[in-house]
């Protein structure tokens, strides 16, 4: 990796920390190029505002990469062993950035537009590409025939609000699920509905 790349890395794991810890209200650029051990002007040099920094962070650290990667894996899988690992590494994904997360939602409404707007896209961007995955399994006639965008945001939301879920029961020191018996769980109620055939 060239200095240029290990650079930028190091600012974008930094700034990550920090939007984790403090939110993006709270956190300056200048705090961050101290995190990564650079001066603010280099940081500029990357990444000319704060918005674009925070931009390409929630691009790098979403789940959108980590999807893309998964369905060029599992092409070629039965869609109920596909369907299992999209949501393993999706609740992997909100877990391992449940910080960013929780600290995303309470700073929501007080967020600029075009901040709202990069959070927006990323999500709308991954529902696509599930949505797409989906459709092919339509085409194969693996699937029946209903619309794509809302199966995907159906299955991706089922998972979100489990999680959600699992953290308030962690705050108040509720028993926990198995997450493999949850996973299995919702692919086959996604899978088969919930009507008796």
């Known amino acids: 990796m060239s200095q240029t790349a290990k650079t930028k890395q190091r600012i974008l794991e930094s700034a990550l920390k ?3 810890q403090k939110g993006y209200l709270g956190t300056t650029t200048k705090e961050i190029a101290r995190e990564a051990g650079i001066a603010e002007v280099t940081l500029f040099r990357y990444f000319p505002s704060k918005e674009l920094l925070f ?6 650290y979403s789940f959108l990469p980590t999807l893309k990667e998964i369905l060029e894996k599992i092409k070629e899988e039965p869609c109920e062993k596909g ?3 999209i949501a393993h590494e999706f609740i992997k994904m909100l877990e391992s950035k449940k910080d960013l997360i929780k600290i995303m939602h309470s700073e929501m409404q007080r967020y600029p537009e ?3 707007k990069i959070y927006e896209n990323i999500i709308e961007n991954t529902i696509i590409l599930l949505a797409e995955y ?3 399994l339509q085409e194969k006639k693996i699937l029946r025939n209903f619309d794509s965008i809302f199966g995907a ?6 998972f979100f609000s489990y999680f959600y879920a699992k953290e308030i029961k962690e705050w108040l020191n509720l028993k926990k699920e198995n997450t493999e018996e949850i996973i299995n769980a ?3 109620i996604f899978l088969k509905g919930i009507l008796k055939s």
């Open 18 to 20: 920090l939007f984790s």
């Open 55 to 60: 931009g390409e962070v929630i691009n790098t």
């Open 83 to 85: 369907l299992k690992i």
């Open 114 to 116: 075009e901040i709202k």
């Open 134 to 136: 989906l459709k092919k």
């Open 153 to 158: 945001r159906a299955f991706l939301g089922m």
């Open 186 to 188: 919702y692919v086959d």
